[in-house]
């Protein structure tokens, strides 16, 4: 059975409410997808950024730019 990322695959919205203001957070895309030579996220993420368990997306507010890492579970398809 193939494990999916639930965000990734748009079978999940983000329920995720901003602990400052409310509102709903909205998905960044995975941390994968920031992965780079400069990217500010490498040295911080200890965790690889995707496993056969999970995946870790970054979720902002669009109301008050805040962001934090959210570690998926993922699901059977
Ligand atoms: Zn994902
Ligand atoms: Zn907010």
Redesign the pocket.
């Known amino acids: 059975m193939e494990k999916v990322c639930p965000l990734c695959n748009a079978l999940q919205q983000v329920e995720k409410k901003?602990?400052?203001?409310?509102?709903t957070?909205l998905d960044g895309g995975a941390l994968n997808n920031y992965l780079g030579p400069y990217s500010p996220y490498m040295e911080a993420q200890s965790l690889p950024f995707q496993s056969e368990a999970y995946c870790i997306h970054l979720l902002y507010?669009p109301?008050?730019?805040?962001d934090r890492q959210e570690i998926l579970a993922l699901v059977a398809m």
């Not at 901003?18 to 509102?23: A, D, E, F, I, V």
């Open positions: 901003c602990p400052h203001c409310g509102k957070m507010c109301e008050c730019d805040y």
